[in-house]
């Protein structure tokens, strides 16, 4: 019956989930070298994630569609979300998603009817999301908790958890994001409840965790069986700004390597970086705001780190900004469905679809192709390479100078790719060996970013971008 009333909403996804949803090559895993994630065939999967908190909270059917048809379009294939992040939580038609707010009792009514709110529980709306996302080919990355001010008990979250993903365990686009911007190494006990019910109850099924900004959950649950993947928050602070522990400021990078130094080796992604249209720090709206170019820096210095996808983030659409709400939060400009389109939302896709046309399998951080400076702040450059291919990320167009020593071949085919537009252009051939000096288009400024693609000529690869896989 509920497949009737979803009908509607599906249509327009509906030729593109019969064609050949990603999961049709089986449920996500982690891949053999612990550095990227794969479905059970070997198909490669990159991670591109959109931030949409408090979904289940405030969007309606209709916009739920509007909402994953877009980011389909846009190339996402994960979207995050929290299911309670406050006891208090309702839906959009008021369907509480607690009895009484009490974390021991699921709002489940007889019945899923959207005409009929007696129907229609918060439970039912959450079961829309995930299969609206499904019918675009989208994975949810389910927070089922948040970070409370008063914890239930160990005991607690595991029944809680383990009702939900007993609910969702048969969804093959589900995954699971325990914690909530949390600092883990408070609530041991409680979180690894948790983690191991998700992964008792569902366990085909990814396990993350979402920690508290500028920490990552390698740090607390890295040993723990559930976990499959690291998640980090590198946070909202500009360097000036971030001034406590180790101080990585904008360097997002430096969690991938500490992360992917740790063994067993585990994948690992930013799962929450400075949001577009947000000011710098999050809070104060005199301060300036991050910008397309930013969020752009974040997710290519990350992944060419070494990260097994990047979750994006816009400030309006993360809150669900809508104009029936009192005010925003974190001086948001602009409401949810026009936010749809910023400009950072759109290029995302670029870097997915780079990783995605050169060989996965064995692809990792390499600095020791740059000769000489690497530089520092905006003027790094991080080099990635693969099984032939060789890449290096410039925020600014700065000139720098590889030192090629026959990683990638004897004979090197090189291109220059914008990571704005998603258009490659060659730019000549190198022998493999010797150093070389690259001037990237354009006159050196934060902004203007690019990608120096250098692949082995016998490899015969289709251009940078023209990805082999979703």
Known sequence: MKAL?????????????????????????????????????????????????????????????TYFENRRAKGFNVVQCCLVQFFRDKSFNGSPALVDEDFTRLNFTAGNNPADPAQYDYWDHVDTI????????????????????????????????????????????????????????????????????YKRHAPEHLVTFHPFGRTQSSAWFHDQSWLDLNMFVSGHRRYDQDTEGRAFGEDNWRYVLEDLA??????????????????????????????????????????????????????????????????GESGAKGFFTERLETEGATQMKHLKNFILSRPVAGRVNDQSLVAGDEGEKYHRILVTRGNGWIAAYTHTGRNFTMKLNGAAGARLKASWFNPRSGEATPVGTHPGSGSVTFSPPGEPAPGNDWVLVLDDAAQKFPAPGQALFR
């Open 262 to 327: 740790r063994t067993p080796r585990k994948p690992t992604l930013d799962g929450e970086a400075s949001y577009e249209n947000t000011p710098q720090g999050l809070h104060d709206p005199n301060q300036p705001y991050w910008t397309a170019a930013d969020v752009r820096r974040y997710a290519w210095w990350s992944v060419f780190a070494g990260a097994a996808g990047h979750v994006y983030g816009e400030n309006s659409v993360r809150q669900v900004y809508l104009p029936t709400d009192r005010k």
């Open 5 to 65: 009333f979803l009908l509607v909403l599906l249509l327009p996804a509906t030729l593109f989930a019969a064609a050949s949803p990603p999961w049709a090559a089986g449920p996500l895993r982690v891949a053999p070298d612990g550095r990227a994630l794969q479905h059970a065939d070997g198909t490669p999967f990159f991670w591109l994630g959109d931030t949409v908190w408090l979904m289940p909270q405030k969007l309606n059917r209709e916009q739920i569609a």
């Open 130 to 197: 995930i299969e609206t996302a499904a019918a675009n080919g989208i994975y949810v990355a389910l927070a089922p908790m948040w970070r409370y001010p008063k914890k239930p008990t160990p005991a607690q979250a595991a029944a809680f958890a383990g009702k939900i993903a007993a609910r969702y365990a048969r969804r093959p686009n589900i995954i699971w994001v325990n914690g909530g911007s949390a600092r883990g190494g408070d609530d041991l006990e409680f979180w690894n409840a948790a983690g191991a019910a």
